[in-house]
């Protein structure tokens, strides 16, 4: 354990609906824990199947509207959805955790603040992306600030903290069922909606976020009035093949699986590359490429960037061909 670090007893552990699990943490000693403002989250130890250990983030979620709720919490709330297709994360704290299990995490990080000049928030919330926009709504409430959330999912049995956030929002909350509406949100018509001058933050899997992305560019929109959080870890795609990788500073050569990352095969090989999220979100595991096709996965770099070929996410991006030579 490291003074980053906490070990947190499960002091419950409730499933919301047959997807999403809600996890309350504690210190032992029942005392308080670090402070954080909305957006933020925690990383958590988990067991995969073949025995390692691993992180995943998860949003610590607060519906309080009280003042300093979150200055210094007794308890961090989080949900987990399970993920069968996942790399065994989602299924160690479904089906491994229980109530009086103590595991390690790391003190809350907030990639995903709220801003604090003028302007409404307008928050879209793709299933379990709703975590952080939860506890951004309470805040915004808090404060007295204009906020609105759009909650989309495929129907409304599997969308978790729905009574809470029509408890909190009102009128303010708009909910989209795929289910009974017959067709995806329509992200068109949501930002049709959205005042001049509002920041939109948008949470949820990576095919919304694309969506939402590329229709606030079209539109011209300025690039810090629209901030976002990618929920899921990458998945392995159809097709995907192995590849090798060059370490041009070293000559080291590796060959990169199918259903693994370039980021995850160098640390297994004993490299110590940085990293973050694991989610082609943050953008701290940049490697300059000198030879070699990216198949450009994350959601950080720009389209003139991709382009360019000669930097990739390698916690997410994977080569187009066979090699790829690394400036690393």
């Not at 805040?139 to 906020?147: K, L, N, P, S, Y």
Request: include cysteine; proline fraction near 6%.
């Amino acid at each position: 354990m490291t003074a980053a670090t906490l070990l947190l007893r499960v002091a419950q552990a409730r499933q919301l609906n047959p997807l999403i699990r809600m996890l309350r943490l504690c210190a032992e000693d029942g005392g308080a824990l670090p402070g954080f403002a909305a957006g933020a989250h925690i990383r958590v130890q988990v067991s995969l199947p073949d025995g390692k250990t691993d992180w995943r983030h998860y949003s610590l979620i607060d519906f309080a509207t009280t003042h300093n709720a979150t200055s210094a919490p007794d308890q961090y709330l989080i949900a987990v959805r399970n993920e069968p297709g996942g790399r065994g994360g989602s299924r160690f704290m479904h089906q491994r955790l229980k109530e009086g299990d103590t595991i390690a995490i790391e003190a809350p990080k907030n990639e995903f603040p709220l801003h604090t000049g003028p302007g409404g928030s307008v928050l879209v919330a793709g299933g379990i992306g709703v975590t952080p926009l939860a506890t951004m709504a309470a805040r915004r409430r808090a404060e007295g600030a204009a906020v609105r959330m759009h909650y989309a999912g495929r129907s409304r049995d599997l969308m978790a903290f729905l009574p809470e956030l029509q408890n909190l929002l009102g009128d303010d909350l708009r909910v989209h069922a795929d289910a009974e509406a017959g067709a995806p949100l329509d992200i068109d018509a949501l930002l049709d909606g959205v005042p001049v001058g509002d920041h939109l933050y948008v949470c949820g899997p990576g095919a919304m976020l694309d969506a939402m992305l590329g229709r606030t560019r079209a539109r011209g929109w300025e690039p810090g009035r629209v901030h976002w959080e990618i929920f899921a870890a990458p998945a392995a795609a159809e097709g995907d093949q192995p590849f090798e990788v060059e370490l041009a500073r070293s000559g080291q050569r590796f060959t990169v699986p199918a259903g693994q990352s370039i980021l995850d095969c160098l640390i297994e090989n004993g490299c110590d590359p940085m990293f973050d999220c694991k989610r082609g979100a943050c953008g701290v595991c940049a490697v300059p490429v000198l030879e070699g096709g990216i198949d450009h996965r994350d959601h950080v770099l720009s389209a003139r960037e991709k382009a360019q070929g000669s930097v990739m996410q390698i916690c997410i991006s994977r080569a187009k061909g066979a090699r790829l030579v690394l400036d690393i």
